[in-house]
């Protein structure tokens, strides 16, 4: 029984080890924005097709330099307290696959804390997004939403196909 429930943990911690983990070696780069089949985000095709004014697109344009800037600055400095919380994280969940008896209440807590770093993430990620919707107009922002919704379409066709094979 020890083997069983070994698995059953290892099946369940170890997509969000992997999860977490991927998510605080997430840097970006090309094509960041977009889903794991290419068009489900945001990206600038989408800001294209709002038919912004110059002066909302300098905007854009300075929103994404000062937080480019920023991640810049945040990664040089915290890059190894980051990369040493990584470390304990994956450390603790070690002990616990392998230990010899399973303990629910720490497999419990450190779930909690891998779920609370992705909601910390996702916050600071959403609130990002609504600095940067917040400069469309009333129009643009119901032509977004539009627009979002053929993208979910897409994206979901896509998903389906791929998981019909």
Known sequence: MKNAKK???AAVVLPLTLATTSAFAFG??????KGPHGEC??????WRQLDLTDA????????????KEQMREKH?????AHQAER?????????????DTFDQASANELA??????????????????????SILTP?????????????????QDKMQKHFSK
Do not use: I, P, W
């Open 7 to 9: 698995l059953v943990l």
């Open 28 to 33: 970006g780069g090309k094509g960041h924005d």
């Open 41 to 46: 985000g945001m990206d600038r095709g989408m």
């Open 56 to 67: 909302q697109k300098t905007q854009l344009k300075e929103m994404r330099e000062s937080g």
């Open 76 to 80: 040089k400095e915290q890059f190894a």
């Open 87 to 99: 470390q304990a994280m994956q450390d603790q969940v070690n002990q616990l696959v392998l230990a």
């Open 112 to 133: 909690k804390q891998m779920v609370e770093k992705q909601t910390e993430r996702k916050v600071k990620m959403l609130e990002k997004q609504h600095q940067m919707l």
């Open 139 to 155: 129009e643009q922002k119901e032509q977004y939403v539009e627009l979002k919704k053929e993208r979910m379409t897409k994206c």
